[in-house]
């Protein structure tokens, strides 16, 4: 069983930065983040493969958000800047043996977080 837990969501001021952490019992997976606004479909943000030799975004986020992972460390980072309103969600991490080509369908992944709330407001 594979554990995450992430970590950082805050509320912020648009244009703010924030930095989201996800914690990951096994560091043999693929990691990505989605979000999750009320009334809205969760969304796919980012990825990193294991070795992190394809890192992936979403238009929304892409120039604005970086994934990355400190290897060896079991961890995964998301740091946001220039956020928007519309960046408001629970944000969460989930790990699978996931294809590229795939990244972004959250039925993929196997195992996910509790989330962390994101507050961006004008």
């Known amino acids: 069983q594979v554990q995450l837990v992430e970590s950082g969501g805050a509320s912020v001021l648009a244009g703010g930065s924030l930095t989201l952490t996800c914690n990951v019992s096994q560091y043999t997976f693929t990691i990505g983040w989605f979000r999750q606004a009320p009334g809205k479909e969760r969304e796919g943000v980012a990825v990193?493969?294991?070795?992190?030799?394809?890192?992936l975004y979403s238009d929304s986020v892409k120039g604005r958000f970086t994934i990355f992972r400190e290897n060896p460390k079991p961890t995964v980072y998301l740091e946001m800047n220039s956020l928007k309103p519309e960046d408001t969600a629970t944000y969460y991490c989930a790990a699978g043996r996931v294809a590229p080509a795939n990244w972004n369908r959250d039925r993929m992944y196997d195992y996910w977080g509790q989330g962390t709330q994101v507050t961006v407001s004008s």
């Open positions: 990193i493969t294991l070795g992190g030799t394809r890192i």
